[in-house]
């Protein structure tokens, strides 16, 4: 009998140590982690990136207008810096139009927007930065993404494929919405669903993220979808051409390429 307690009670000990290993495993993130593993895969995967967009404008009654463009993206050692280049091709009346972004999470980004046909070099300023981006629904911050630090942010949901996060801003001045959901993917992590609500606890605007692939490694999105409930307009950007850790030098991100683009790494290599 003693045996067979002993039997026993090692049985049960193994079961609660396979349960608590598996409990482990399974326990939810924290905020913290999730929003950083969010940022990570959305932004930084690899330590450079090339890709070719095609974006398509349409407003309530139908009406459309297209942009063709390439961005190019270079990570930095220090700290989450990044920098990047948007280089339009079409229409004519957007050819060599350039964006430049250096990215900084300790303090707000820089970025320039280069006009050839005015011959015109714009700082677009901090305040501006959720401002439509070339006529479309994406605004200047959506290109290299929101700092982390500009939202309190808490997990509200948790379902078998997503985290959902709820985001409210620190500045509520500085933002024209009062909160914002975000569902990312427990496998890829990258966010495939953002609804911002403004302060009537209306949603006014969701962003989507879609046709999912893995590209030198990296589930990368293929396609985003951004909607104006409000206006009733919607902005869809396809990708193509993408790759990742390239080299890109240092040299292409600087002002000089907002007039002189570099074309071999536009053209692809």
């Known amino acids: 009998m003693n045996t067979l307690i002993k039997k026993t009670a090692g049985l049960m000990g193994a ?20 929003i950083e593993r969010a940022n990570q895969a959305s932004y930084y995967a690899g330590q450079d990136g090339r890709s070719e967009a095609r974006m398509r404008i349409e407003d309530s009654r139908g009406n459309t207008q297209t942009r063709q463009f390439t961005v190019l993206r270079r990570n930095l050692e220090d700290q989450g810096r990044q920098q990047y280049l948007v280089v339009f091709s ?30 015109l070099v714009r700082r677009i300023a901090p305040g501006d930065k ?51 959901r975000t ?29 999912v692939e893995v590209i030198d490694g990296y589930p990368t999105p293929t396609m985003m979808r951004v909607q104006d409930l409000e ?20 040299s292409v991100f600087t002002e000089r390429s907002l007039r002189n683009p570099p074309r071999q790494w536009l053209e692809g290599r």
């Open 90 to 119: 079409r229409p004519s009346e957007y050819r060599d139009t350039v964006f430049l972004v250096e990215k900084n999470p300790a303090a707000e980004d820089d970025r320039w927007l280069y006009l050839p046909d005015m011959d």
């Open 15 to 34: 079961l609660a140590l396979a349960t608590g290993l598996a409990t482990a495993q399974a326990a939810t993130p924290s905020v913290t982690e999730i």
């Open 130 to 180: 959720r401002t439509s981006f070339v006529g479309a629904h994406l605004f200047y911050e959506d290109i290299s993404g929101r700092h982390l630090e500009d939202d309190e942010h808490r997990l509200v949901e948790e379902t078998a494929e997503h985290f959902v996060l709820e985001s409210t801003p620190k500045d509520a001045r500085s933002v024209e919405f009062a909160r914002y």
């Open 231 to 250: 206006s009733g307009g919607q902005t869809i950007v396809q990708f193509r051409g993408i790759r990742y850790d390239l080299g890109i030098p240092a």
């Open 183 to 211: 569902w990312i993917n427990k496998d890829t992590w990258l966010p495939e669903r953002i609804e911002y609500t403004n302060a009537s606890g209306n949603v006014y605007r969701i962003m989507e993220n879609a046709g």
